[in-house]
Protein backbone atom coordinates (compact mmCIF):
# COMPACT_ATOMS: atom_id res chain seq x y z
CA UNK A 1 0.00 0.00 0.00
CA UNK A 2 3.10 2.50 0.95
CA UNK A 3 4.13 2.14 -2.87
CA UNK A 4 1.04 2.67 -3.89
CA UNK A 5 0.48 5.64 -2.14
CA UNK A 6 4.50 7.01 -3.27
CA UNK A 7 3.74 5.93 -6.66
CA UNK A 8 0.76 8.48 -6.58
CA UNK A 9 2.63 10.88 -4.93
CA UNK A 10 4.85 11.40 -8.25
CA UNK A 11 3.10 11.16 -10.41
CA UNK A 12 1.61 14.83 -8.60
CA UNK A 13 4.80 16.79 -9.05
CA UNK A 14 4.32 16.79 -13.12
CA UNK A 15 0.50 17.49 -12.96
CA UNK A 16 0.95 20.20 -10.59
CA UNK A 17 4.55 21.81 -12.83
CA UNK A 18 2.23 21.33 -15.77
CA UNK A 19 -0.63 23.16 -13.97
CA UNK A 20 1.37 25.99 -12.87
CA UNK A 21 3.21 26.51 -16.67
CA UNK A 22 -0.65 26.61 -18.14
CA UNK A 23 -2.10 28.96 -15.47
CA UNK A 24 0.69 31.26 -15.39
CA UNK A 25 0.23 31.93 -19.36
CA UNK A 26 -3.06 32.11 -19.26
CA UNK A 27 -3.32 35.24 -16.64
CA UNK A 28 -0.58 37.05 -18.57
CA UNK A 29 -2.60 36.10 -22.07
CA UNK A 30 -5.72 37.98 -20.45
CA UNK A 31 -5.93 41.73 -22.34
CA UNK A 32 -4.34 44.26 -20.47
CA UNK A 33 -2.24 44.20 -17.53
CA UNK A 34 -2.03 44.82 -13.43
CA UNK A 35 0.02 48.15 -14.19
CA UNK A 36 -3.09 49.53 -16.19
CA UNK A 37 -5.34 48.20 -14.37
CA UNK A 38 -3.98 49.98 -11.25
CA UNK A 39 -3.35 53.19 -12.73
CA UNK A 40 -6.83 53.21 -15.10
CA UNK A 41 -7.19 54.38 -18.82
CA UNK A 42 -5.61 57.66 -18.36
CA UNK A 43 -1.99 56.35 -16.90
CA UNK A 44 0.53 57.63 -19.40
CA UNK A 45 2.74 54.84 -21.06
CA UNK A 46 5.74 56.22 -18.69
CA UNK A 47 3.72 55.36 -15.73
CA UNK A 48 2.76 52.16 -16.71
CA UNK A 49 6.38 51.24 -17.98
CA UNK A 50 7.34 52.05 -14.43
CA UNK A 51 5.29 50.20 -12.66
CA UNK A 52 5.90 47.17 -14.99
CA UNK A 53 9.28 47.56 -14.29
CA UNK A 54 8.98 48.12 -10.41
CA UNK A 55 6.75 44.21 -10.25
CA UNK A 56 9.22 42.38 -12.98
CA UNK A 57 6.74 42.38 -15.93
CA UNK A 58 8.61 43.38 -18.16
CA UNK A 59 10.92 40.51 -17.87
CA UNK A 60 10.30 38.14 -20.31
CA UNK A 61 7.89 35.61 -19.66
CA UNK A 62 9.99 32.39 -18.86
CA UNK A 63 12.04 34.43 -16.96
CA UNK A 64 9.41 35.55 -14.57
CA UNK A 65 7.65 31.61 -14.33
CA UNK A 66 11.58 30.76 -13.35
CA UNK A 67 11.09 33.49 -10.66
CA UNK A 68 7.82 32.69 -9.61
CA UNK A 69 8.24 29.35 -9.23
CA UNK A 70 11.17 29.51 -6.84
CA UNK A 71 9.72 31.81 -4.76
CA UNK A 72 6.46 29.34 -5.09
CA UNK A 73 8.49 26.33 -4.14
CA UNK A 74 10.01 28.55 -0.84
CA UNK A 75 6.56 29.09 0.50
CA UNK A 76 6.17 32.41 -1.28
CA UNK A 77 2.98 33.00 -3.34
CA UNK A 78 3.46 36.50 -4.03
CA UNK A 79 2.00 40.01 -2.92
CA UNK A 80 -0.64 41.57 -3.77
CA UNK A 81 -0.62 44.51 -6.15
CA UNK A 82 -4.32 45.39 -5.10
CA UNK A 83 -3.85 45.41 -1.42
CA UNK A 84 0.09 45.07 -0.96
CA UNK A 85 -0.55 42.32 1.44
CA UNK A 86 1.20 38.80 0.88
CA UNK A 87 -0.99 36.19 -1.04
CA UNK A 88 -0.61 33.87 1.75
CA UNK A 89 -1.98 36.65 4.45
CA UNK A 90 -5.15 36.85 1.80
CA UNK A 91 -5.47 33.10 1.85
CA UNK A 92 -5.27 32.21 5.66
CA UNK A 93 -8.14 34.96 6.02
CA UNK A 94 -10.18 34.00 3.18
CA UNK A 95 -9.89 30.46 2.40
CA UNK A 96 -11.18 29.24 5.89
CA UNK A 97 -14.91 30.84 4.70
CA UNK A 98 -14.60 28.65 1.27
CA UNK A 99 -13.21 25.94 3.20
CA UNK A 100 -15.84 25.49 5.38
CA UNK A 101 -18.49 26.76 2.66
CA UNK A 102 -17.43 23.72 0.58
CA UNK A 103 -17.00 20.99 3.48
CA UNK A 104 -20.71 21.66 4.28
CA UNK A 105 -21.76 21.32 1.06
CA UNK A 106 -19.91 18.24 -0.05
CA UNK A 107 -21.69 16.39 3.83
CA UNK A 108 -24.97 17.04 2.12
CA UNK A 109 -24.69 16.00 -1.49
CA UNK A 110 -23.02 12.93 -0.29
CA UNK A 111 -24.94 12.24 2.59
CA UNK A 112 -28.18 13.12 0.90
CA UNK A 113 -27.24 11.84 -2.29
CA UNK A 114 -25.80 8.29 -1.85
CA UNK A 115 -29.19 7.97 0.72
CA UNK A 116 -31.47 9.01 -2.12
CA UNK A 117 -29.53 6.73 -4.90
CA UNK A 118 -30.11 3.75 -2.94
CA UNK A 119 -33.65 4.13 -1.81
CA UNK A 120 -34.49 4.78 -5.81
CA UNK A 121 -32.70 1.80 -6.64
CA UNK A 122 -33.79 -0.49 -4.09
CA UNK A 123 -37.77 1.00 -4.57
CA UNK A 124 -37.17 0.79 -8.32
CA UNK A 125 -40.12 1.63 -10.36
CA UNK A 126 -41.83 2.63 -8.26
CA UNK A 127 -43.10 6.48 -7.03
CA UNK A 128 -39.92 6.92 -4.65
CA UNK A 129 -37.43 5.96 -7.99
CA UNK A 130 -39.38 8.39 -10.21
CA UNK A 131 -39.73 11.25 -7.86
CA UNK A 132 -35.24 10.48 -7.03
CA UNK A 133 -35.21 10.69 -10.87
CA UNK A 134 -37.03 13.68 -11.49
CA UNK A 135 -35.31 15.81 -8.62
CA UNK A 136 -32.26 14.69 -9.94
CA UNK A 137 -32.71 16.22 -13.02
CA UNK A 138 -34.03 19.20 -11.85
CA UNK A 139 -31.27 19.32 -9.35
CA UNK A 140 -28.12 19.02 -12.71
CA UNK A 141 -30.15 21.35 -14.61
CA UNK A 142 -30.82 24.61 -12.67
CA UNK A 143 -27.64 26.48 -12.21
CA UNK A 144 -26.22 27.39 -8.61
CA UNK A 145 -26.75 31.33 -9.03
CA UNK A 146 -30.94 30.59 -9.98
CA UNK A 147 -31.03 28.52 -7.42
CA UNK A 148 -29.18 30.62 -4.69
CA UNK A 149 -31.69 33.88 -5.84
CA UNK A 150 -34.73 31.03 -4.89
CA UNK A 151 -33.96 30.21 -1.75
CA UNK A 152 -32.43 33.56 -0.82
CA UNK A 153 -36.01 34.63 -1.28
CA UNK A 154 -38.45 31.67 -0.27
CA UNK A 155 -36.45 30.93 3.34
CA UNK A 156 -34.94 34.28 4.36
CA UNK A 157 -37.09 37.02 2.35
CA UNK A 158 -40.44 35.51 2.89
CA UNK A 159 -40.06 32.47 5.21
CA UNK A 160 -37.14 34.81 7.73
CA UNK A 161 -35.82 31.04 8.46
CA UNK A 162 -32.04 31.95 7.85
CA UNK A 163 -29.99 34.59 7.40
CA UNK A 164 -29.61 36.30 3.69
CA UNK A 165 -26.10 36.99 3.63
CA UNK A 166 -22.88 37.21 5.39
CA UNK A 167 -21.29 34.29 8.05
CA UNK A 168 -22.12 35.85 11.19
CA UNK A 169 -24.76 38.70 12.59
CA UNK A 170 -22.89 41.68 12.52
CA UNK A 171 -24.12 42.61 16.33
CA UNK A 172 -21.88 39.24 17.75
CA UNK A 173 -18.33 40.03 18.62
CA UNK A 174 -15.66 37.38 19.17
CA UNK A 175 -12.42 35.52 18.66
CA UNK A 176 -11.69 33.41 15.56
CA UNK A 177 -8.97 31.55 16.60
CA UNK A 178 -9.26 29.19 13.38
CA UNK A 179 -11.68 30.88 10.85
CA UNK A 180 -13.92 28.09 10.69
CA UNK A 181 -17.00 30.16 12.40
CA UNK A 182 -18.58 27.35 13.06
CA UNK A 183 -15.92 25.01 14.75
CA UNK A 184 -14.77 28.53 16.54
CA UNK A 185 -17.34 28.90 18.55
CA UNK A 186 -16.61 25.56 20.03
CA UNK A 187 -13.40 26.36 20.91
CA UNK A 188 -14.25 29.76 22.45
CA UNK A 189 -17.06 28.45 24.48
CA UNK A 190 -19.87 30.58 22.75
CA UNK A 191 -22.52 27.11 21.02
CA UNK A 192 -24.83 30.48 20.42
CA UNK A 193 -22.33 31.54 17.97
CA UNK A 194 -21.54 28.33 16.55
CA UNK A 195 -25.66 28.37 15.73
CA UNK A 196 -25.26 31.38 14.23
CA UNK A 197 -22.72 30.68 11.87
CA UNK A 198 -24.37 27.57 11.26
CA UNK A 199 -27.36 29.19 10.29
CA UNK A 200 -25.59 31.36 8.26
CA UNK A 201 -24.10 28.46 6.03
CA UNK A 202 -27.36 26.65 5.63
CA UNK A 203 -28.79 28.42 1.93
CA UNK A 204 -25.49 28.74 0.63
CA UNK A 205 -24.41 25.25 1.25
CA UNK A 206 -27.80 23.64 -0.07
CA UNK A 207 -27.44 25.80 -2.96
CA UNK A 208 -23.77 24.47 -4.00
CA UNK A 209 -24.85 21.26 -2.78
CA UNK A 210 -27.62 20.73 -5.29
CA UNK A 211 -25.52 19.70 -8.85
CA UNK A 212 -23.38 17.24 -6.84
CA UNK A 213 -26.46 15.85 -4.82
CA UNK A 214 -28.13 15.15 -7.89
CA UNK A 215 -24.94 13.60 -9.81
CA UNK A 216 -23.95 11.45 -6.64
CA UNK A 217 -27.96 10.01 -6.54
CA UNK A 218 -28.39 8.97 -10.36
CA UNK A 219 -24.31 7.04 -9.86
CA UNK A 220 -25.63 5.48 -7.26
CA UNK A 221 -28.80 4.19 -8.33
CA UNK A 222 -27.60 2.87 -11.60
CA UNK A 223 -24.17 1.63 -9.55
CA UNK A 224 -26.63 -0.02 -6.78
CA UNK A 225 -29.21 -1.31 -9.88
CA UNK A 226 -25.86 -2.88 -11.55
CA UNK A 227 -24.98 -4.67 -8.76
CA UNK A 228 -28.04 -6.11 -7.62
CA UNK A 229 -28.24 -7.69 -10.74
CA UNK A 230 -24.77 -9.70 -10.51
CA UNK A 231 -25.01 -13.51 -9.73
CA UNK A 232 -22.74 -13.52 -6.07
CA UNK A 233 -25.43 -11.00 -4.81
CA UNK A 234 -28.44 -13.44 -5.96
CA UNK A 235 -26.04 -16.61 -4.70
CA UNK A 236 -25.77 -14.58 -0.94
CA UNK A 237 -29.95 -13.75 -1.09
CA UNK A 238 -30.19 -18.03 -2.27
CA UNK A 239 -28.00 -18.60 0.37
CA UNK A 240 -30.43 -16.65 3.03
CA UNK A 241 -28.27 -14.08 4.38
CA UNK A 242 -30.06 -11.54 6.07
CA UNK A 243 -30.50 -8.60 3.45
CA UNK A 244 -28.84 -6.20 6.08
CA UNK A 245 -25.56 -8.67 5.55
CA UNK A 246 -26.21 -9.08 1.59
CA UNK A 247 -26.44 -4.85 1.07
CA UNK A 248 -23.87 -3.94 3.62
CA UNK A 249 -21.09 -6.69 2.40
CA UNK A 250 -21.67 -7.36 -1.45
CA UNK A 251 -24.44 -4.44 -2.60
CA UNK A 252 -22.66 -1.08 -0.81
CA UNK A 253 -19.30 -2.06 -0.58
CA UNK A 254 -18.98 -2.87 -4.96
CA UNK A 255 -21.93 -0.21 -5.81
CA UNK A 256 -19.69 2.64 -3.96
CA UNK A 257 -16.89 2.32 -6.75
CA UNK A 258 -18.09 4.57 -9.34
CA UNK A 259 -19.57 6.90 -6.50
CA UNK A 260 -16.34 7.67 -4.85
CA UNK A 261 -15.26 8.75 -7.93
CA UNK A 262 -17.53 10.64 -8.44
CA UNK A 263 -16.81 12.13 -5.40
CA UNK A 264 -13.86 12.53 -5.47
CA UNK A 265 -14.56 15.01 -8.95
CA UNK A 266 -17.36 17.49 -7.17
CA UNK A 267 -14.75 19.03 -4.96
CA UNK A 268 -13.22 20.69 -8.16
CA UNK A 269 -16.89 21.20 -8.82
CA UNK A 270 -17.98 22.88 -5.08
CA UNK A 271 -15.06 24.97 -5.30
CA UNK A 272 -15.50 25.89 -8.75
CA UNK A 273 -18.91 26.90 -8.04
CA UNK A 274 -18.28 28.48 -4.05
CA UNK A 275 -17.09 31.53 -6.31
CA UNK A 276 -20.82 32.09 -7.97
CA UNK A 277 -22.32 30.89 -4.36
CA UNK A 278 -20.52 33.50 -2.34
CA UNK A 279 -21.23 36.23 -4.60
CA UNK A 280 -24.80 35.68 -4.72
CA UNK A 281 -25.15 35.04 -0.61
CA UNK A 282 -22.15 38.20 -0.02
CA UNK A 283 -20.25 35.44 1.82
CA UNK A 284 -16.87 36.68 2.38
CA UNK A 285 -14.74 33.61 0.90
CA UNK A 286 -12.53 33.88 -1.89
CA UNK A 287 -15.03 34.25 -4.22
CA UNK A 288 -15.47 37.91 -4.77
CA UNK A 289 -12.16 38.05 -3.83
CA UNK A 290 -10.95 36.02 -6.74
CA UNK A 291 -13.35 37.99 -9.13
CA UNK A 292 -12.12 41.08 -8.23
CA UNK A 293 -8.28 39.96 -8.81
CA UNK A 294 -8.99 38.81 -12.17
CA UNK A 295 -10.66 42.54 -12.88
CA UNK A 296 -8.05 43.90 -11.68
CA UNK A 297 -5.64 41.87 -13.38
CA UNK A 298 -3.57 41.32 -9.77
CA UNK A 299 -1.45 38.29 -11.15
CA UNK A 300 0.08 37.11 -7.72
CA UNK A 301 -3.21 37.09 -6.36
CA UNK A 302 -5.14 34.94 -8.95
CA UNK A 303 -1.97 32.44 -9.26
CA UNK A 304 -1.84 32.08 -5.80
CA UNK A 305 -5.26 31.44 -5.24
CA UNK A 306 -6.12 29.17 -8.25
CA UNK A 307 -3.06 27.02 -7.85
CA UNK A 308 -4.28 25.66 -4.19
CA UNK A 309 -7.19 25.06 -5.30
CA UNK A 310 -5.66 22.91 -7.88
CA UNK A 311 -3.19 21.59 -5.13
CA UNK A 312 -6.52 20.80 -3.23
CA UNK A 313 -8.39 18.99 -5.91
CA UNK A 314 -5.12 17.18 -7.36
CA UNK A 315 -4.63 15.49 -3.44
CA UNK A 316 -8.43 14.90 -2.79
CA UNK A 317 -7.89 12.97 -6.38
CA UNK A 318 -5.15 11.09 -5.13
CA UNK A 319 -7.31 10.33 -1.42
CA UNK A 320 -9.79 9.04 -3.78
CA UNK A 321 -7.13 6.75 -5.73
CA UNK A 322 -6.16 5.54 -2.54
CA UNK A 323 -9.72 4.81 -1.04
CA UNK A 324 -10.23 3.26 -4.73
CA UNK A 325 -7.76 0.67 -3.41
CA UNK A 326 -8.80 0.13 -0.03
CA UNK A 327 -12.24 -0.78 -1.29
CA UNK A 328 -11.31 -2.57 -3.87
CA UNK A 329 -7.71 -4.43 -3.74
CA UNK A 330 -7.69 -6.00 -6.98
CA UNK A 331 -6.88 -1.93 -8.44
CA UNK A 332 -4.57 -1.83 -6.13
CA UNK A 333 -2.84 -4.98 -7.42
CA UNK A 334 -3.18 -4.21 -10.97
CA UNK A 335 -1.53 -0.88 -10.81
CA UNK A 336 1.28 -2.54 -8.81
CA UNK A 337 1.73 -4.95 -11.11
CA UNK A 338 1.89 -2.38 -13.92
CA UNK A 339 4.77 -0.82 -12.27
CA UNK A 340 8.65 -1.62 -13.38
CA UNK A 341 9.29 -3.53 -10.55
CA UNK A 342 6.07 -5.41 -10.89
CA UNK A 343 5.29 -4.97 -7.61
CA UNK A 344 7.88 -6.67 -5.58
Not at 26 to 35: D, F, N, Q, T, Y
Not at 67 to 96: C, H, I, K, W
Not at 225 to 253: M, P
Amino acid sequence: MLRFVVRRLLLLVPILLGLSLLLFAWVRALPGGPAQALLGERATPEAVARLNELYGFDRPVLEQYAAYMGRVLQGDLGVSTTTRRPVSEELARLFPATIELTVFALVIAVTLGIALGYVAARRHLTWVDSGAVLFSLIGVTIPVFVLGYILKYAFSVRLGWFPDSGRQDPRIFTDHPTGFYVLDGFLVGRPDVAWDAFLHLVLPAVALATIPLAIIARITRASVLDVVGEDYVRTADAKGLAASTVNRRHVLRNAMLPVVTIIGLQVGLLLAGAVLTETVFAFPGVGSFLVDAITNRDYAVVQGFILVIAVIVVVTNLLVDIAYGLIDPRIRAATMSASPSGGH
